[in-house]
């Protein structure tokens, strides 16, 4: 058989199998996060997330809830650098995103069943 056939055959197959996994996982929510910041990010937004006073009032003077501010960890990035990962029981990680133009840091504390905002800026 010659390589041309052979990568025929190949490609072939290669074109059903994408086309069956296409057709299984259509319309399931797959996701792959194998990076460190879409695991971090993944993980702390499905947990609840908490608050304190003086940050629900910096929410209330900005006219935002907490749909964006889950929105703002579940597409932030975090920098590992400024993060506290090694701190026990629970972590503390360094989020940056934007909201209306504007810089945002959000410190969050990752812990086993909440997340709770520590501290949110902007810049």
Partial sequence: MKF?????YYLGG?????ILLLFFLNGKDASCDYGPNA???KNIASKRIVYN???E????N???DSTIVRQLIRYGSVDF???DIKSEPCKIYHIENSYKERDVILKVENCDSIAK???????
């Fill in 4 to 8: 041309v056939q052979r990568l025929g």
């Fill in 14 to 18: 290669f074109a059903i199998g994408l």
């Fill in 39 to 41: 695991r971090t990010v």
């Fill in 53 to 55: 006073e003086t940050i």
């Fill in 57 to 60: 009032q910096t929410f209330k």
């Fill in 62 to 64: 900005n006219e935002m």
């Fill in 81 to 83: 650098s400024e993060s």
């Fill in 117 to 123: 905002v520590i501290s949110f800026k902007f810049n």
